[in-house]
């Protein structure tokens, strides 16, 4: 049970690690102001995330507009492990800027 938890935390991390989810995390961590409001924030980000996935091929004028397999478990373990690396990535830049504020 504990290999399957610090394997989505892995995969997470590794895919909020890029451009996009680091983009995305950053702003969240931004609007975050309580730790309480954590899980909510990252399933903005979730959202935010997958909807920037799918229109970043109209905004770059490289493709239409192609709606993900939402039928498809891959798709919602996609989201899940999304999910719990904004979980990890917006809570460290949380922290570092609520330490950052304090000693401001």
Excluded: C, D, Q
């Amino acid at each position: 049970m504990l290999e399957v938890v610090l394997s989505f935390a892995r995969e997470g991390f590794a895919e909020v690690n890029a451009v996009l989810g680091l983009l995305v995390a950053a702003v969240a961590a931004f609007l975050l102001n309580k730790w309480t409001r954590l899980p909510v924030i990252a399933a903005g980000a979730v959202l935010a995330h997958a909807g920037l996935e799918i229109l970043a091929p109209v905004i770059a004028e490289s493709g239409g507009l192609r709606l993900p397999s939402l039928l498809e478990a891959h798709y919602w373990r996609y989201l899940a492990v999304l999910f719990v690396g904004y979980l990890i990535v917006i809570g460290i830049l949380f922290a570092i800027k609520r330490v950052v504020i304090k000693s401001s």
